[in-house]
């Protein structure tokens, strides 16, 4: 989306500047801010705390981050006594992924609420080993009584709205552990790459939001050095950490992880850089992307290198994690009569298609980094997203999500739900054949949530080719309100073990509820 960027500002070495200062320092976590580095006495310590993702019925991924060379090993329990504990031999940890590494856990009993504990040990002395790092999370089920609850949202640490001691930092993210899901879907721009961080900023009415700052936020993110600076930024948040413990998560990417708005093989134009490549740019973002998160199809799981995937949640949940970056076609002014590249990319398409049909799951989420029919702008001309304001027939990008609904639709795939972000508001559209101009698909929902910890922005226009009426939006009447400002939001999904009815509730952060929709399950389209 496109969102102004605070201006640059010269390096700054010292770090938690804005922080320091009177008793709200006591709220910032007492973390080495630098880079993790090589230490020849003491002991391994994984300050950055753990966390998991891609959890299956029999499987899972633990990830840490060490301030030093060490082997990482697992143990994991069905009691937080850690009786009789299973334990997994990781990796070694080390300069080629910043200190980053991830164990991926198999045979698990399905259904479960696995605890889980993280060693980091001297790789010369096993013995020298640090204090262990728990965290939780739960199995998916085999049987689908148990019921399913996740949350979704997105944009982190956007607009240069960094983490504020003086609020407790990222709070929305205990207002989300609070809720106990069973994962947590992040739909994108986990970083502003292209956002830096300042010490303080003068919001409107006179008074001054402080910043959490480090040397790689200083800047915009171009060496890789810098790239896994952003993403460790998040976690010196404490609030963070523990939401990363208790909640296992799904994690796709955005813009905002590489730059505003890119497109492979975009040539950039902002002065602020001095690698103008996206693609270079690119490819050390997604490298830091897969150091930081606990992802599958990602090295060294897969060395496909796919952020793209689905993830199996029992019978009642599928959920289809797109990639609506990577392999889109440069933005433009979207009225090509012909478009086979569009946003997901010929390949990637099809797979969506193959795997739609395939599922045999009650509800099929798809998780959609941008929405459908928000028209989304890139500059004067081009767009950003699917939708660019003709409410006529298909054209550019819309043709490839014509022929995705048209599948849908033919092939009787029922239970399709789109969660979004992306937009910094949340709102509700309803889809359908009736009001569109392209009318071969079956009507459906898509939500929006997020911003999690960055700007608000006014509502945007709708697309009448596929038929959006918004049924809900609550969006601030200015662009870039502070978090101070405007509440955060996010989403939640309830889906009931017996009747399989599937409940979205979209909320503010504080936890309040602003709007619920209640699907049923077996239907093709829902009003």
């Not at 693609?279 to 973002?285: E, F, H, Q, T």
Request: neutral net charge; contains cysteine.
């Amino acid at each position: 989306m496109s969102h102004p960027q605070p201006s640059p500002s010269p390096r700054r070495r010292s770090v938690l500047r804005g922080s320091l200062a009177g008793p709200a320092a006591l709220a910032v976590p007492s973390l080495a801010v630098a880079a993790p580095a090589f230490a020849r006495s003491g002991r391994p310590r994984a300050e950055w705390g753990v966390q998991a993702g891609d959890v299956t019925s029999h499987a899972g991924l633990v990830w840490v981050c060490s301030d030093r060379p060490a082997r990482m090993i697992v143990e994991t329990s069905a009691t937080e006594s850690f009786r009789n504990p299973t334990r997994w031999k990781g990796p070694v940890l080390g300069p080629d992924t910043d200190f980053t590494g991830t164990t991926r856990l198999r045979g698990l009993p399905a259904g479960e609420q696995i605890h889980y504990r993280v060693i980091l040990a001297d790789p010369d002395d096993p013995r020298r080993t640090g204090e262990p790092v728990t965290g939780t999370f739960r199995t998916t089920p085999k049987g689908r009584k148990e019921g399913v609850r996740f949350l979704w949202s997105g944009d982190i640490a956007g607009q240069g709205w960094g983490i504020n001691p003086d609020r407790g930092g990222y709070r929305v993210f205990d207002d989300m552990r609070r809720r106990n899901p069973d994962f947590f879907l992040c739909s994108g721009d986990n970083i502003y790459a292209d956002g830096p961080i300042l010490p303080s900023v003068t919001l409107p009415d006179g008074t001054v939001w402080r910043n959490v700052t480090t040397e790689e936020k200083s800047k915009v993110a171009e060496s890789l050095a810098e790239f896994r600076g952003a993403f460790r930024y998040n976690l010196l948040d404490e609030n963070l950490r523990r939401f990363n413990a208790q909640v296992p998560s799904i994690v796709q990417w955005d813009d905002h992880e590489v730059h505003n708005n890119w497109y492979p093989g975009q040539i950039l134009t902002d002065a602020r850089y001095t690698e103008k490549n996206v693609d270079v740019l690119a490819g050390r973002a997604l490298r830091a992307f897969s150091e930081y998160f606990p992802v599958s199809t990602l090295p060294p799981g897969d060395e496909d290198g796919r952020v793209y995937r689905v993830l199996r949640h029992g019978p009642l949940l599928d959920v289809f994690v797109l990639d609506m970056r990577s392999y889109r076609n440069a933005n433009s002014p979207g009225r090509q009569p012909d478009d086979a590249t569009g946003i997901l990319g010929a390949r990637q398409l099809q797979w969506l298609k193959r795997e739609l049909s395939r599922s045999r799951a009650t509800w099929k989420v798809i998780a959609s980094d941008m929405p459908l029919g928000l028209v989304v702008p890139d500059g004067s001309a081009n767009f950003e997203a699917v939708a660019q304001g003709d409410p006529g027939a298909p054209l550019g990008r819309e043709l490839q999500i014509a022929e995705l609904l048209r599948h849908i639709k033919h092939r009787k795939v029922t239970g399709t739900v789109w969660l979004t972000a992306d937009v910094h508001y949340t709102s509700a559209q309803h889809y359908d054949p009736s009001r569109a101009a392209f009318k071969d698909f079956a009507p459906f929902w898509e939500f929006v949530s997020g911003p999690l910890a960055a700007g608000g922005f006014q509502a945007l226009k709708l697309d009448g080719t596929f038929g959006a009426e918004q049924r809900f939006i609550k969006a601030p009447p200015r662009a870039n309100t502070s978090p101070a400002e405007t509440p955060q939001y996010f989403g939640e999904v309830d889906i009931d073990g017996g009747s399989g009815e599937l409940t979205v509730r979209l909320r503010q952060e504080g936890g309040g509820v602003l709007f619920t929709k209640v699907l049923q399950p077996g239907q093709v389209g829902q009003q």
